[in-house]
């Protein structure tokens, strides 16, 4: 195995040595093994493989280089042959996937980089490349074009780099320049190097160079390049103001042509990529920690045989048992067997809130209301709507017990934590049967001493449907049983109000009372 960027590794040995000094927590400790995942997936594992032909699309391109003396004119600065090589460079980024073969020329042309798309081996080729040991001074591009005739290169992009040389070889030699270039079917384009004006070239010793009759040479761009090119429907251009802005320039133009992308055969490695295991175990453990399954960490470990702290193992154990014994208290409690309920939560030895929470419902489900109460009391949330929930059934519990009046209190704290229409109705309907029992009392229709105490069978049946009729709706959540219908409850709070309206018929006690209090009158106008 290997890593495509071996050098991200170092950021594992900041993230051991805080393994190594931090205390040994279960969450800092899988953080910590989560970020050492993650920085194996950027190194790229990878696993090598033997050599494969296989097909690339990519665009045939040869670069044909003059190297020539004259290049070595400034007006192009560094030098006109520096400036082509930066353009090469830039050439060879913009055109990743082309295959591509260099050539150099002076009299003769010389192959530097058989056809390859591995663009390293062309700038090693540039790299090693001393035009200070070419002997030949000279430019023939009937040399060049021979040679590439020679060669199948239909199809492909041919660039030539190159200030054109002397104009009397092209003007003597043009009509089989241009034939030379129509056999090679290549697309022509042609990069002139230099400028109208010209400059002198300089030797080793820093003298402007002299032709036989003592003349300062003066180097210019060759103008019949540009009929040369426009002869083959070819594209001419002279060098931009960086070699980047030329290379990005000639891109366009072979991008412009009307030519066809090749698939090229080519024997390469293949690799196996091993970054999804990391990355999938980072992601797995990441997963773990933030939601319930942290409890699984131990059964995660055991199987990939990885050692773990005591302290760790431990703690992980007991929530792993945790989570058994909590989802084995759910199950009884859908089967309605309580004291099932109340045995797994007993073994869980990490309380939550779920597990109290369950607890308290099964209290509440079993009518020990007082003890419901006190669990339900004993809960710790910042949860809004958790704590809204806990309101309504401890109130909801203070109402079974008759204690109407704390019940009043919490479910208007309810209230107050969110809006519930069930916590409304049962609020409404706890008034009504706080003002039913002060009115049976005797506060609301007092009786005479000596009216008979004793109530018919009747009324006491009576009374009986009405407590049935007034018990407080049980929320969803709170162990209670379902809450009826928004309409239901409201036909609820209607009849009972109408049964309050409804007059009482006067006995003849009642009767004979108020003719005495009228008879006693002193002023009856």
């Excluded at 083959?232 to 366009?252: D, I, R």
């Excluded at 030519?259 to 990441?286: C, D, R, V």
């Excluded at 960490?297 to 760790?312: E, K, T, V």
Aim: glycine share 4%; hydrophobic share 35%; with cysteine.
């Amino acid at each position: 195995m290997m890593f495509l960027y071996p050098s991200l590794l170092w950021m594992l040995l900041p993230l051991a040595l805080m393994l190594w000094k931090s205390p040994k927590k279960a969450a800092l400790v899988v953080h910590l093994v989560i970020l050492m995942l993650l920085v194996f997936t950027l190194a790229r594992p990878i696993q090598k493989q033997a050599l494969q032909e296989a097909s690339i699309e990519a665009k045939d391109i040869i670069i044909a280089l003059d190297v020539s003396y004259s290049m070595k004119s400034t007006d192009l600065l560094p030098t006109r042959y520096d400036f082509a090589k930066e353009t090469i460079r830039a050439l060879l980024e913009k055109n990743p996937s082309s295959n591509i073969m260099l050539i150099a020329f002076t009299s003769n042309p010389l192959l530097l980089s058989p056809p390859t798309t591995d663009h390293r081996l062309i700038e090693v080729a540039l790299q090693s490349l001393n035009p200070e040991y070419i002997l030949t001074k000279g430019t023939s591009l009937k040399a060049l074009f021979k040679k590439l005739s020679s060669i199948h290169i239909t199809n492909k992009h041919l660039i030539i780099l190159s200030d054109g040389g002397e104009r009397e070889e092209i003007e003597k030699d043009f009509e089989t320049l241009n034939r030379l270039l129509l056999d090679t079917g290549a697309y022509v384009h042609i990069l002139a190097l230099g400028t109208k004006q010209g400059t002198t070239i300089r030797t080793k010793e820093g003298v402007s160079l002299k032709d036989k009759q003592g003349n300062l040479v003066i180097s210019r761009i060759n103008p019949l390049l540009d009929k040369l090119a426009r002869s083959v429907n070819g594209t001419y251009m002279t060098a931009n103001a960086s070699p980047q802005a030329t290379a990005s320039t000639l891109s366009k133009l072979m991008a412009d042509t009307n030519s066809k992308t090749q698939h090229i055969q080519k024997m390469q490695y293949h690799y196996k990529e091993w970054y999804p295991i990391p990355l999938t175990l980072a992601l797995l453990l990441f997963l773990l920690v933030h939601t319930r399954g942290v409890r699984y960490l131990l059964l995660l470990f055991s199987l990939l045989g990885l050692p773990l702290h005591a302290s760790i193992e431990a703690s992980v154990r007991a929530s792993f048992f945790d989570l058994y014994h909590l989802q084995q208290a759910y199950k009884c409690y859908a089967d309605k067997t309580y004291t099932c309920v109340q045995k797994n939560l007993k073994q869980i030895h990490s309380p939550s809130l779920q597990s109290r929470l369950l607890l308290a419902n099964t209290y509440y489900k079993q009518e020990n209301y007082k003890q419901a109460i006190l669990t339900y009391r004993s809960i710790r949330t910042s949860s809004v709507s958790k704590k809204q929930l806990l309101y309504y059934n401890i109130a909801t519990a203070y109402a079974h017990m008759q204690a109407y009046d704390k019940a009043k209190i919490y479910y208007t704290k309810a209230l107050q934590l969110q809006p519930d229409k069930d916590a409304q109705f049962n609020l409404a309907l706890i008034a009504l049967k706080h003002d039913k029992r002060e009115a049976s009392l005797g506060i609301a229709h007092p009786k005479s001493q000596s009216a008979d105490s004793s109530k018919s069978e009747s009324q006491e049946k009576q009374k009986e449907n009405e407590r049935e009729e007034d018990q407080p709706s049980s929320g969803s959540g709170g162990g209670g049983e379902s809450t009826s219908k928004e309409k239901q409850k409201e036909s609820k709070l209607r009849s009972d109000e109408s049964q309050e309206d409804t007059p009482h018929p006067l006995g003849s006690k009642a009767y004979e009372l108020i003719n005495k209090g009228y008879i006693r009158e002193t002023q009856p106008w």
